[in-house]
């Protein structure tokens, strides 16, 4: 995408959202990097507002930050849908490559790194 818009006329001051064809849940694409990298990732879901934040900030969070992830997680929850665009399929006249393919790509990333 980038090099099209450093290449071609036209794209001098547009922003574009990009985005997959897919929308996923987190566990999803969990379930697709353990797929992409041969080993089993357990995913312990947080089924309420305050288990999400219990799970990240043991010892308590910030009433301000608690207030953000306990509203992005009622958020994430009620969007059924996700956000999707068709900037990609616009632009490079072909549809966006999906997150498989992409943790197919870059399983390299998500091992551990080489001990020294």
Not at 81 to 91: E, H, I, N
Request: aromatic share 6%; charged share 20%; net charge positive.
């Amino acid at each position: 995408m980038a090099a099209l818009a450093l290449t071609q006329d036209g794209h001098q001051g547009k922003e574009y959202i990009l985005t997959g064809a897919q929308s996923l849940t987190v566990t999803e694409q969990v379930q697709i990097i353990a797929a992409a990298i041969g080993r089993d990732i357990e995913v312990r879901e947080a089924v309420t507002p305050a288990q999400a934040l219990q799970s990240r900030f043991p010892n308590g969070a910030p009433p301000a930050l608690a207030d953000a992830i306990t509203e992005a997680f009622t958020l994430m929850r009620a969007d059924t849908a996700g956000f999707r665009t068709d900037t990609v399929q616009r632009l490079l006249r072909r549809r966006p490559r999906t997150f498989a393919h992409w943790c197919a790509r870059n399983a390299n990333a998500f091992q551990p790194p080489a001990a020294p």
